[in-house]
């Protein structure tokens, strides 16, 4: 069995962080495209590639244009630069659930003090260095 093509888990990525920024579920996406959930776990694992006219009708659904799925892939074709692992690693984050729940939920707290505790603990949490 053959590894997925590093551009199709790309643009899968992108699809997932997509669906989960709508709140949409993956049945939800499957039922608007005529396809089974199966079938859109496999575009977002990058498994299965996505065809072009797919990809236009996903486009349309999740409301992006067809280049938004490729968006960040120059650097990867590129090679690694310098400090893009970091941006690899925080939009892996924003494509997950867990990612996307906590992004949404600290983007309404208005307290500053009480936004920098809860970076304060994240950080201690996370096994950061404590601010002197």
């Known amino acids: ?14 699809l997932r ?3 989960l ?6 049945e939800t996406l499957a039922g608007a495209l ?18 072009a006219s797919r990809l236009h009708r996903i486009s349309e659904v999740l409301q992006v244009p067809v280049a938004f799925f490729f968006e960040g892939l120059a650097n ?4 690694k630069e310098r400090g893009t692992e970091a941006l690899d690693y925080v939009a892996d984050f924003v ?10 939920s600290f983007s ?7 936004r920098r505790s809860i970076i304060d603990l994240v950080e201690r949490a996370g096994g950061a260095p404590e601010a002197n």
Do not use: C, W
């Open 76 to 79: 990867k074709a590129a090679g």
């Open 95 to 104: 494509a997950s659930s867990d990612g996307l729940a906590l992004i949404r």
């Open 21 to 26: 920024m709508l709140d949409m579920s993956q």
């Open 17 to 19: 962080m997509r669906r």
């Open 1 to 14: 069995m053959r590894a997925p093509n590093p551009i199709d888990i790309h643009v899968g990525k992108r």
């Open 108 to 114: 309404k707290i208005k307290n500053t003090k009480l």
């Open 34 to 51: 005529g396809l089974t959930f199966q079938q859109v776990q496999k575009y977002e694992k990058g498994s299965n590639r996505v065809g």
